[in-house]
């Protein structure tokens, strides 16, 4: 059985700044799943790390110019003014409330942020609002990946993986997803690094975002 709704994929992140790595992973994650709606969702209150170097209000105009022109992507400002500390999982029922009931939601995430689930606040819930397609790098065998998963995670995985794209829209939730995109060894870090230092940021995020950073001298 099928559902009528299409999937809807889902990339959240602290975004500080957006750069090409995070773009290029929603891409291709929708090409691969025949996605048309990818909703990108900066974090407000990040519970997984220190506060932002940027502003909320900025990290959510950097995502704004970063998105502008691609009809895929749809910026969702929902957590940018929240105070208390943004989870995935209360994002995700969110949504749910907000869809059609059996609307299938995949979460975007790379290989590392999977690896580090269980540390998620109500990570088990997650799969009950959502499928996971996870971002490998090329060469990185899965069977690799699988044994470096934590206990919880890999007999999880066993009951929930799945090979074939069409699988998620079948269902709206509960499946893993694994697929290899191109790697790019870019980070946040690393932008923000070479800005304080006044080095060139051309080709690692989007020109409107470069400019954006400059203009109001972010990271320096």
């Known amino acids: ?37 990818v909703r990108v969702i900066p974090a407000g209150q990040p519970p997984h790390r220190g506060q932002p170097r940027a502003t909320a209000p900025q990290r959510l105009e950097m995502a704004r110019r970063a998105v502008a022109g691609n009809p895929r992507f749809l910026l969702d400002a929902r957590e940018i003014d929240k105070k208390a500390p943004c989870y995935s999982v209360e994002t995700l029922a969110a949504l749910r409330a907000e869809l059609p009931k059996n609307t299938p939601l995949v979460l975007f995430m790379g290989g590392d942020a999977f690896l580090g689930l269980t540390t998620w606040h109500e990570w088990r819930r997650i799969f009950d609002l959502a499928h996971i397609a996870v971002a490998h790098r090329p060469g990185y065998s899965l069977a690799s990946w699988e044994d470096a998963l934590p206990d ?13 794209a069409a699988e998620l829209a079948e269902k709206p939730a509960g499946r893993v997803f694994p697929h290899t995109i191109t790697q790019l060894d870019i980070s946040a870090s690393q932008i923000r690094d070479r800005a304080l230092r006044g080095k060139s940021l051309r080709y690692l995020l989007p020109d409107p975002v470069i400019d954006y950073i400059n203009e109001n001298r972010l990271y320096v």
Not at 6 to 17: E, N, V
Not at 152 to 164: D, F, G, K
């Open 1 to 37: 059985m099928t559902f009528a709704n299409q999937p809807i994929g889902l990339l959240g992140g602290t975004f500080d700044p957006i750069h090409f790595g995070h773009l290029r992973l929603a891409e291709e994650l929708a090409e691969v799943l025949d996605i048309a709606q």
């Open 152 to 164: 919880p995670l890999r007999t999880l995985l066993s009951t929930r993986h799945c090979e074939h």
